[in-house]
C-alpha cells in the first residue's frame, strides 16, 4: 500500500493514512505530510493483516490535520474507509447519525460515511444459517457488508471513490464509484483497488476499471462486480498498455523536466498511423463518424479545464483557419451551468489528458444529455472520460506524472492540427495542400528536438529573471493561448503572478503593470501580425519594459528590441504553436528551479481534480 502511495504523490495530497485488518480489529495510522511519514510511523506498527486500505488527502472539507486524514473509522469501529470526491448531503446524514447516537472525530464529508455504514451493518440481520446437507449460499447474497454499504451509497448525493473494510468481516473488501475513478487491479493471489492505474502497475497489467454506479465486492476467493441497484456486473478486464518503466523517474531529476524532454516521442507517438496512404490527410479510427456525418456539421464545441482548455483555443484557430467551420470554446465548469443554445448539428468535443477531470466528465454529460455526439481527445485509456463519450482520439503520449501538463499539451496541440487538416480535406482544402500540411507535420518530432537544444540558453536567462514577481506573456492568434499556456506554467510552479493577453489588448490595461520590474515574453510569429507584434514590443520598450522574444529563426527582429531572444526552427504555421510552447515550459521550470520550488509537487495542486 505505501509503494502505491508513493507511486500516487504526484497527483498532489497534504496527508496520508492507512489501515489494516489484524487481530479482529483495525490498525489505522495516518499523518499530515508526505508518504514518507506516514511510512515512519507505520513500520512502528507491527502490521502484519493482508487486508487493507490507504489514502492521500488533498483537503476540501476540513483543514490538513490527522484527525481529518483517511481512512476513517465509525464511532462503533466497525467500518473503516477511504473515500475520494465530496459528499454533498453530509450535514443532513450527520443531523441523522447524532441522533442515533453515533459521534464524530473529524470535520470532514467522509465520516458520515463510515457511520452510515454502520448504521446500515447494525442494523442488517444475519443470514441464515444454509439447512443441513445444502451447499453455503454465495458470499454476495449473503454479505452483509455489502449490503450495508450499498443501502448508505442510495443515500448519498455527490461523488465518491470508496474503499471500506469491517474487522466483522474480515475476508471482505467493498469499493464503489460515482464521479471518482476506481480501477481493479487482479494480481497474482491478491487483488488491488485504486483510482489510477500507476498505483496498480507495478503488481499486475490486468484492471477492470469501475464504472460509476458499480460496487466491486472482493474476497479470499475472488471478486464480483454488481450496481446499486442489484444488477450483477460481467467483468471486463483490460491490460494496461504501458509499464512502470515508464512512469519513472529514471536518470531525470523532475518529472517535468523529464516530460518536456519526452515531447518529441509523444509526437511521433500522436501521428503513428494517422496518415492517410496518399500523404494528404489524416485519419481517425475512433471517431466513430463517416465523411457523410462531418459533412452537416455546422459547428464544434470545445471545452476543457486548465492547460487543456488552452488547447481548445488553439484547435478553434486552426480549424476555423483551415477547415472554415466555427468553432465555440467554453470552460468545461462554466458550460456545465450555462445551458447554452447549442446549434443542431454541433459536434462537441472535450479535451482531458487525464480523462478524469469532473468539470470536464461533467461538461461531457451534460452535452449527451441534451442529445449531442461527444468526442474526447485522452491520454489516459480506459479512463471515464474515454469510455463515455462516443468516440475520440487517444494521444498515446504515454503516463504524464508531472502535475504541470507540458507533454500532453504539445500532443493535444498536434492531434488539433491533424484534425483541422482532416476536416479541411472533406471541405475546401485541396490535394496538394494537404499534401504540404501533412509534410509540415510530419517534421514536428524533429523540430520539436531542436527546440529543446534551447535548455541551456533558457536556464541561464531564468537564472537572471527568476527575481521579478510579476510576468505578462503575450502572442496572438493561435499564439495567444500558448501566452495563457506560459502564464499558467509559470503561476503553477514558480507561485509569480503572471498574465496572458493577446498582445494588442496589451495597451488597453496591463500596460500599467510594465516597468523594469515586470518583463514581457513575446510570442513572435511569421507573417501579416509580425509588424504589429513588433509594435507591442515597442510600446513596452519604450516604457523600459523588459522582453524575452520567442521568435522563428527567419524574422528579422529590430536591433535591440528584444533583451533576450530566443530562437526556434522555421515550420508549417499549424505546427508553430507546438514549437513556441517548448521555450515558455523550459521558462517556467528553470525559473522555478531558479527560485527553490518544489517541481514536481507544487503547492495546493492536483494532478487531476476529481472534486468540482
Ligand atoms: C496543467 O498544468 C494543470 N495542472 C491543469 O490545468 C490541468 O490541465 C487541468 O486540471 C485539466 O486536467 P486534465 O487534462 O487531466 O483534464
New binding site residues.
Given amino acids: 500500500m505505501l509503494e502505491g502511495l508513493k507511486r500516487l504523490e504526484y497527483r498532489g495530497y497534504d496527508s496520508a493514512g492507512l489501515a489494516v485488518l489484524q487481530d479482529g480489529g483495525v490498525t489505522n495510522v495516518k499523518s499530515v505530510g508526505r508518504v514518507a511519514n506516514l511510512a515512519k510511523l507505520a513500520s512502528g506498527k507491527n502490521l502484519t493483516g493482508t487486508t487493507g486500505i490507504s489514502h492521500t488527502r488533498w483537503a476540501t472539507h476540513g483543514g490538513v490535520t490527522d484527525a481529518n486524514a483517511h481512512p476513517h473509522v465509525s464511532s462503533d469501529g466497525q467500518v473503516v474507509l477511504v473515500h475520494n470526491g465530496v459528499i454533498e448531503n453530509y450535514v443532513a446524514i450527520k443531523k441523522f447519525l447524532l441522533t442515533k447516537g453515533y459521534t464524530f472525530a473529524s470535520e470532514t464529508d467522509t465520516e458520515v460515511l463510515a457511520n452510515l455504514i454502520a448504521y446500515h451493518l447494525a442494523k442488517e440481520p444475519a443470514a441464515p444459517a444454509p439447512a443441513p446437507g445444502a451447499s453455503a449460499p454465495m458470499a454476495d447474497a449473503s454479505s452483509r457488508f455489502l449490503t450495508a454499504v450499498r443501502k448508505t451509497l442510495l443515500h448519498v448525493e455527490g461523488t465518491y471513490g470508496i474503499a471500506v473494510l469491517s474487522p466483522a468481516h474480515p475476508g471482505e473488501l467493498v469499493a464503489a464509484r460515482k464521479g471518482s475513478p476506481l480501477i481493479l487491479g487482479v494480481g497474482e493471489n491478491e487483488h488491488l483497488i485504486a483510482s489510477d492505474v500507476s498505483a496498480l502497475v507495478s503488481r499486475t497489467q490486468n484492471v477492470v476499471y469501475l464504472k460509476d454506479g458499480e460496487l466491486v465486492h472482493v474476497t479470499g476467493s475472488g471478486f464480483t462486480l454488481s450496481t446499486l441497484d442489484l444488477a450483477d456486473v460481467s467483468p471486463v478486464i483490460d491490460q494496461v498498455t504501458w509499464s512502470v518503466e515508464d512512469a519513472e523517474l529514471g536518470e531525470h531529476p523532475h518529472y517535468m523536466l523529464k516530460e518536456i524532454f519526452e515531447q518529441p516521442q509523444a509526437l511521433e507517438n500522436a501521428m503513428r498511423g494517422r496518415f492517410s496512404a496518399d500523404g494528404s490527410t489524416a485519419n481517425f479510427g475512433g471517431l466513430n463518424l463517416t465523411p457523410a456525418d462531418f459533412r452537416i456539421i455546422d459547428r464544434f464545441v470545445f471545452t ?5 482548455w488552452h488547447a481548445c483555443l488553439v484547435a478553434e484557430h486552426l480549424i476555423e483557419r483551415y477547415a472554415r467551420i466555427p468553432v465555440e470554446v467554453d470552460y468545461a465548469s462554466e458550460f456545465r451551468y450555462r445551458n447554452a443554445p447549442l446549434d443542431r448539428d454541433a459536434l462537441f468535443f472535450v479535451i ?3 480523462g ?2 469532473i468539470d ?1 466528465l461533467a461538461a461531457l454529460r451534460e452535452a449527451k444529455r441534451k442529445g449531442y455526439k461527444c468526442m474526447a481527445i485522452c491520454n489516459v485509456v480506459g479512463s471515464t472520460i474515454a469510455r463515455e463519450s462516443d468516440g475520440g482520439i487517444y494521444q498515446h503520449a504515454g503516463p504524464e506524472i508531472g ?3 507540458t507533454k ?1 499539451f504539445t500532443s493535444q496541440l498536434l492531434i488539433a492540427a491533424m484534425f483541422a487538416l482532416y476536416v479541411a480535406r472533406m471541405r475546401d482544402m485541396s490535394f496538394s495542400e494537404g499534401v504540404e500540411f501533412v509534410k509540415g507535420l510530419k517534421q514536428v518530432p524533429d523540430l520539436a528536438a531542436r527546440t529543446l537544444k534551447l535548455a541551456p540558453q533558457i536556464e541561464d536567462i531564468a537564472k537572471r529573471y527568476s527575481k521579478f514577481n510579476d510576468f505578462l506573456f503575450l502572442g496572438r492568434l493561435d499564439l495567444f493561448p500558448i501566452a495563457l499556456e506560459g502564464a ?2 509559470l503561476k ?1 510552479i514558480s507561485y509569480i503572478h503572471a498574465e496572458g493577453y493577446p498582445a494588442a489588448e496589451m495597451k488597453h490595461g496591463p500596460i500599467a503593470l510594465i516597468s523594469e520590474e515586470c518583463p514581457s515574453v513575446f510570442l513572435v510569429p511569421k507573417g501579416e501580425l509580425f509588424n504589429k507584434v513588433v509594435s507591442s514590443m515597442q510600446e513596452i520598450k519604450a516604457r523600459k519594459g523588459l522582453i524575452i522574444a520567442i521568435a522563428p529563426e527567419s524574422v528579422e527582429l529590430p536591433e535591440g528590441l528584444a533583451d533576450e531572444t530566443l530562437r526556434i526552427p522555421d515550420c508549417h504555421d499549424a505546427v508553430l504553436p507546438i514549437l513556441a510552447t517548448i521555450p515558455v515550459q523550459l521558462l517556467s521550470y528553470h525559473i522555478a528551479l531558479a527560485r527553490g520550488c518544489d517541481v514536481d509537487k507544487p503547492r495546493n ?1 492536483a ?3 476529481t472534486v468540482e
Fill in positions: 476543457s479545464c486548465g492547460t487543456g482531458s489528458q487525464s478524469e477531470t470536464t502535475v504541470a501538463s500532453a499558467l506554467k503553477e495542486l494532478k487531476s481534480v
